[in-house]
Protein backbone atom coordinates (compact mmCIF):
# COMPACT_ATOMS: atom_id res chain seq x y z
CA UNK A 1 0.00 0.00 0.00
CA UNK A 2 0.93 3.48 0.44
CA UNK A 3 3.79 4.06 2.15
CA UNK A 4 4.27 6.32 4.94
CA UNK A 5 7.48 8.91 5.47
CA UNK A 6 9.26 7.55 8.38
CA UNK A 7 12.56 8.82 9.80
CA UNK A 8 15.51 8.84 9.82
CA UNK A 9 16.07 5.56 7.70
CA UNK A 10 19.09 4.70 9.92
CA UNK A 11 20.33 5.16 13.47
CA UNK A 12 23.84 4.01 14.85
CA UNK A 13 23.36 4.54 19.04
CA UNK A 14 25.66 3.59 21.77
CA UNK A 15 24.22 1.46 24.58
CA UNK A 16 22.29 3.32 26.97
CA UNK A 17 21.03 6.47 24.90
CA UNK A 18 17.70 7.17 23.95
CA UNK A 19 16.06 7.16 20.58
CA UNK A 20 13.58 8.73 18.61
CA UNK A 21 11.52 7.79 15.52
CA UNK A 22 8.61 9.30 13.76
CA UNK A 23 5.76 8.40 10.77
CA UNK A 24 4.13 11.08 8.85
CA UNK A 25 1.28 10.58 6.38
CA UNK A 26 -0.97 13.55 4.35
CA UNK A 27 -4.02 11.70 5.27
CA UNK A 28 -5.54 11.18 8.86
CA UNK A 29 -5.58 7.95 10.49
CA UNK A 30 -7.77 6.24 13.33
CA UNK A 31 -5.20 3.63 14.46
CA UNK A 32 -1.09 3.86 14.57
CA UNK A 33 0.96 0.91 14.97
CA UNK A 34 4.43 -0.02 15.96
CA UNK A 35 6.54 -2.69 15.26
CA UNK A 36 9.64 -4.29 15.74
CA UNK A 37 11.04 -7.22 12.66
CA UNK A 38 14.56 -8.87 13.90
CA UNK A 39 16.28 -10.77 10.94
CA UNK A 40 14.30 -13.81 9.50
CA UNK A 41 11.51 -13.24 11.27
CA UNK A 42 7.94 -11.56 11.24
CA UNK A 43 7.10 -8.29 12.37
CA UNK A 44 6.24 -8.44 16.50
CA UNK A 45 3.73 -5.64 17.22
CA UNK A 46 5.29 -3.42 20.22
CA UNK A 47 2.33 -0.61 20.76
CA UNK A 48 -0.90 0.14 19.16
CA UNK A 49 -2.78 3.77 19.40
CA UNK A 50 -6.20 4.86 19.11
CA UNK A 51 -6.71 8.00 19.97
CA UNK A 52 -4.98 11.22 19.23
CA UNK A 53 -3.01 12.53 21.99
CA UNK A 54 -2.63 9.14 22.93
CA UNK A 55 0.97 8.36 24.85
CA UNK A 56 1.50 4.72 25.27
CA UNK A 57 4.55 2.60 26.75
CA UNK A 58 5.55 -0.51 26.75
CA UNK A 59 8.74 -1.24 28.99
CA UNK A 60 11.25 1.42 27.80
CA UNK A 61 8.92 2.04 24.64
CA UNK A 62 6.75 4.72 24.36
CA UNK A 63 4.82 5.91 21.27
CA UNK A 64 1.97 8.85 20.53
CA UNK A 65 -0.44 9.47 18.45
CA UNK A 66 0.21 13.38 16.74
CA UNK A 67 -2.47 15.34 17.53
CA UNK A 68 -3.17 16.30 14.10
CA UNK A 69 -3.82 12.16 13.70
CA UNK A 70 -0.99 12.25 10.46
CA UNK A 71 1.77 11.33 12.33
CA UNK A 72 2.79 9.20 14.86
CA UNK A 73 6.45 8.44 17.22
CA UNK A 74 8.07 6.01 19.36
CA UNK A 75 10.69 6.34 21.61
CA UNK A 76 12.94 3.86 23.23
CA UNK A 77 14.29 4.53 26.05
CA UNK A 78 18.35 3.71 27.48
CA UNK A 79 18.62 1.48 24.79
CA UNK A 80 20.40 -2.05 25.55
CA UNK A 81 21.98 -4.91 22.57
CA UNK A 82 18.59 -6.45 22.16
CA UNK A 83 17.09 -3.13 20.72
CA UNK A 84 18.89 -3.93 17.11
CA UNK A 85 16.49 -4.19 14.54
CA UNK A 86 13.98 -2.83 12.16
CA UNK A 87 11.21 -0.93 13.42
CA UNK A 88 8.26 0.49 11.40
CA UNK A 89 5.25 2.02 12.30
CA UNK A 90 1.58 0.96 10.23
CA UNK A 91 -1.37 3.16 9.71
CA UNK A 92 -5.05 2.46 9.73
CA UNK A 93 -7.36 5.38 8.09
CA UNK A 94 -10.97 5.89 8.55
CA UNK A 95 -13.98 3.58 7.60
CA UNK A 96 -14.80 5.62 4.17
CA UNK A 97 -15.16 2.95 1.42
CA UNK A 98 -14.64 -0.54 0.79
CA UNK A 99 -11.70 0.13 -1.40
CA UNK A 100 -10.08 1.26 1.30
CA UNK A 101 -11.08 -0.27 5.09
CA UNK A 102 -8.73 -2.79 5.87
CA UNK A 103 -5.76 -1.72 4.20
CA UNK A 104 -2.73 -0.93 6.39
CA UNK A 105 -0.25 1.78 5.34
CA UNK A 106 3.27 0.89 5.98
CA UNK A 107 6.58 3.27 6.73
CA UNK A 108 9.88 1.87 5.16
CA UNK A 109 11.26 1.20 8.43
CA UNK A 110 13.97 2.49 11.04
CA UNK A 111 17.29 0.11 11.40
CA UNK A 112 18.36 0.78 14.93
CA UNK A 113 21.99 -0.35 15.92
CA UNK A 114 23.10 -0.40 18.77
CA UNK A 115 26.83 -0.53 19.92
CA UNK A 116 28.13 -1.14 23.36
CA UNK B 1 -2.29 -19.96 21.42
CA UNK B 2 -0.05 -19.95 18.43
CA UNK B 3 -1.02 -16.50 17.01
CA UNK B 4 -0.39 -16.91 13.08
CA UNK B 5 1.23 -19.91 12.04
CA UNK B 6 2.13 -19.93 8.28
CA UNK B 7 3.51 -22.92 6.29
CA UNK B 8 5.87 -23.35 4.84
CA UNK B 9 9.08 -21.84 6.47
CA UNK B 10 11.08 -22.29 3.47
CA UNK B 11 10.62 -22.88 -0.33
CA UNK B 12 12.44 -23.36 -3.36
CA UNK B 13 10.61 -23.29 -7.13
CA UNK B 14 11.29 -23.49 -10.39
CA UNK B 15 10.06 -21.60 -12.39
CA UNK B 16 7.07 -22.55 -13.77
CA UNK B 17 5.64 -24.38 -10.67
CA UNK B 18 3.20 -23.88 -8.80
CA UNK B 19 2.41 -23.84 -5.01
CA UNK B 20 0.15 -23.12 -1.92
CA UNK B 21 1.37 -21.19 1.09
CA UNK B 22 -0.82 -21.70 4.04
CA UNK B 23 -1.61 -19.97 6.90
CA UNK B 24 -4.18 -19.94 9.81
CA UNK B 25 -4.68 -17.59 12.71
CA UNK B 26 -6.10 -18.69 16.05
CA UNK B 27 -7.00 -15.36 17.50
CA UNK B 28 -10.69 -15.39 16.14
CA UNK B 29 -10.02 -12.56 13.67
CA UNK B 30 -12.32 -11.53 10.99
CA UNK B 31 -10.05 -9.69 8.69
CA UNK B 32 -6.30 -11.63 7.54
CA UNK B 33 -4.01 -10.53 5.11
CA UNK B 34 -1.04 -11.34 2.81
CA UNK B 35 1.98 -9.29 1.75
CA UNK B 36 5.61 -9.56 0.54
CA UNK B 37 8.20 -7.96 1.74
CA UNK B 38 11.30 -6.70 -0.09
CA UNK B 39 14.24 -5.17 0.55
CA UNK B 40 13.77 -1.66 -0.61
CA UNK B 41 9.98 -2.03 -0.92
CA UNK B 42 9.06 -2.67 2.49
CA UNK B 43 5.76 -4.40 3.07
CA UNK B 44 3.36 -4.55 0.10
CA UNK B 45 -0.28 -5.68 -0.03
CA UNK B 46 -0.93 -8.89 -2.36
CA UNK B 47 -4.43 -9.70 -0.98
CA UNK B 48 -7.00 -8.98 1.57
CA UNK B 49 -9.73 -10.69 3.59
CA UNK B 50 -12.06 -8.18 5.35
CA UNK B 51 -14.16 -11.22 6.46
CA UNK B 52 -15.10 -15.03 5.97
CA UNK B 53 -16.47 -15.62 2.54
CA UNK B 54 -14.73 -12.51 1.17
CA UNK B 55 -11.51 -11.64 -0.89
CA UNK B 56 -10.22 -8.25 -2.27
CA UNK B 57 -7.25 -7.25 -4.48
CA UNK B 58 -4.41 -5.28 -2.85
CA UNK B 59 -1.80 -3.74 -4.50
CA UNK B 60 0.36 -6.47 -6.02
CA UNK B 61 -2.12 -9.43 -6.82
CA UNK B 62 -0.91 -9.85 -10.29
CA UNK B 63 0.22 -13.95 -10.74
CA UNK B 64 -1.41 -14.55 -7.14
CA UNK B 65 -4.57 -16.41 -5.88
CA UNK B 66 -6.30 -16.56 -2.52
CA UNK B 67 -8.96 -18.86 -0.85
CA UNK B 68 -10.70 -17.56 2.33
CA UNK B 69 -11.20 -21.22 3.62
CA UNK B 70 -12.74 -20.72 6.72
CA UNK B 71 -12.19 -17.95 9.27
CA UNK B 72 -9.06 -19.62 10.58
CA UNK B 73 -7.34 -20.33 7.36
CA UNK B 74 -6.33 -17.91 4.35
CA UNK B 75 -3.99 -19.72 1.27
CA UNK B 76 -2.29 -18.29 -1.22
CA UNK B 77 -1.43 -19.57 -4.21
CA UNK B 78 1.25 -19.02 -7.46
CA UNK B 79 0.24 -20.81 -10.22
CA UNK B 80 2.95 -20.73 -12.04
CA UNK B 81 6.08 -19.09 -10.41
CA UNK B 82 8.44 -16.65 -11.88
CA UNK B 83 11.82 -15.21 -10.34
CA UNK B 84 10.06 -12.00 -9.83
CA UNK B 85 8.30 -13.48 -6.97
CA UNK B 86 10.87 -14.35 -5.30
CA UNK B 87 10.45 -12.54 -1.45
CA UNK B 88 9.26 -12.89 1.69
CA UNK B 89 5.65 -13.79 2.50
CA UNK B 90 3.94 -12.83 5.12
CA UNK B 91 0.29 -13.55 6.00
CA UNK B 92 -1.27 -11.47 9.17
CA UNK B 93 -4.34 -10.97 10.78
CA UNK B 94 -6.63 -8.29 12.92
CA UNK B 95 -10.03 -7.34 14.16
CA UNK B 96 -10.35 -8.16 17.84
CA UNK B 97 -14.15 -8.99 19.09
CA UNK B 98 -13.70 -5.00 20.35
CA UNK B 99 -13.23 -3.71 17.13
CA UNK B 100 -9.57 -2.75 17.96
CA UNK B 101 -7.56 -3.19 14.63
CA UNK B 102 -4.51 -4.66 15.99
CA UNK B 103 -2.35 -6.30 13.23
CA UNK B 104 -0.24 -9.72 14.03
CA UNK B 105 1.89 -11.43 11.71
CA UNK B 106 3.18 -15.08 11.07
CA UNK B 107 6.57 -15.80 10.81
CA UNK B 108 7.14 -15.52 7.34
CA UNK B 109 7.86 -18.07 4.42
CA UNK B 110 10.88 -17.29 2.19
CA UNK B 111 10.47 -17.96 -1.26
CA UNK B 112 13.29 -18.65 -3.96
CA UNK B 113 12.20 -19.09 -7.93
CA UNK B 114 14.84 -19.92 -9.68
Known amino acids: GQQLNQSPQSMFIQEGEDVSMNCTSS?????WLWYKQDPGEGPVLLIA?????ELTSNGRLTAQFGITRKDSFLNISASIPSDVGIYFC????????????????FGAGTQVVVTP | NAGVTQTPKFQVLKTGQSMTLQCAQD?????MYWYRQDPGMGLRLIYY???????DKGEVPNGYNVSRLNKREFSLRLESAAPSQTSVYFC?????????????FGPGTRLTVT
Open chain 1, 90 to 105: AGLGPRYGADSWGKFQ
Open chain 1, 27 to 31: SIFNT
Open chain 1, 49 to 53: LYKAG
Open chain 2, 27 to 31: MNHNS
Open chain 2, 49 to 55: SASEGTT
Open chain 2, 92 to 104: ASNGTPKGLYEQY
